[in-house]
T-cell receptor, first 115, second 112 residues
Framework: DAGVIQSPRHEVTEMGQEVTLRCKPI?????LFWYRQTMMRGLELLIY????????DSGMPEDRFSAKMPNASFSTLKIQPSEPRDSAVYFC?????????????FGQGTRLTVV | GQQVMQIPQYQHVQEGEDFTTYCNSS?????IQWYKQRPGGHPVFLIQ?????EVKKQKRLTFQFGEAKKNSSLHITATQTTDVGTYFC????????????FGQGTTLQVKP
């Protein structure tokens, strides 16, 4: 298995532009997580899905952020409009089940820079 | 809300010295997981502890789960430059929802 695949790896965009981050989880994993990592705030969970259904989006910072999972093999995280404070590394992770004790597999991340 | 705290935040050691990072949860955990993130990389799962008082070893790494299942530690013996990175502990949110609460991590620097 290729692991969790994220694209793009790097994204530089101007303030106000729409940004879409993409994730392909590991096949057979029914949980998908979106994290944001910054020096100041560490690793923050933004939202997670179970069987393509959003379960907890309490970590989404504001309405400018939205996430979808139209099918079991694809998810997007969209920021519209983007702001410089959104600059961070965004990780997608998946796990086989949400049962207690299941490890999360992380993608390589998307490094977003908003100028 | 439920919190997972790690100390120290940063640690600089000379190659060959030992290193320990501590993880404390505000609630009892059913299990705890440890991840390592190399500079510029992504978190990678190292190990999971489930039982009260459990101790597991991976070569020079020793992981321990506290008796009350609210704290854990990772000890590295005789650090090497390859140990450089940030070590995270993570525990499941109460209620078995599949959500992992990550500590803020301990970043280890090793001077050769």
């Amino acid at each position: 298995d290729a692991g969790v695949i994220q694209s793009p790896r790097h994204e530089v965009t101007e303030m106000g532009q729409e940004v879409t981050l993409r994730c392909k989880p590991i096949s057979g994993h029914d949980y998908l997580f979106w994290y944001r990592q910054t020096m100041m705030r560490g690793l923050e969970l933004l939202i997670y899905f179970n069987n393509n259904v959003p379960i907890d989006d309490s970590g989404m910072p504001e309405d400018r952020f939205s996430a979808k999972m139209p099918n079991a093999s694809f998810s997007t995280l969209k920021i519209q409009p983007s702001e410089p404070r959104d600059s961070a590394v965004y990780f997608c992770a998946s796990s086989r089940t949400g049962a207690v004790g299941t490890e999360a597999f992380f993608g390589q991340g998307t490094r977003l820079t908003v100028v | 809300g439920q919190q997972v705290m790690q100390i120290p935040q940063y640690q600089h050691v000379q190659e060959g010295e030992d290193f320990t990072t501590y993880c404390n949860s505000s609630t009892t955990l059913s299990n705890i997981q440890w991840y390592k993130q190399r500079p510029g990389g992504h978190p990678v799962f190292l190990i999971q502890l489930v039982k009260s008082g459990e101790v597991k070893k991976q070569k020079r790494l020793t992981f321990q789960f506290g008796e009350a299942k609210k704290n854990s530690s990772l000890h590295i013996t005789a650090t090497q430059t390859t140990d450089v990175g940030t070590y995270f502990c993570a525990g499941p949110r109460s209620g078995n929802t599949g959500k992992l609460i990550f500590g803020q991590g301990t970043t280890l620097q090793v001077k050769p």
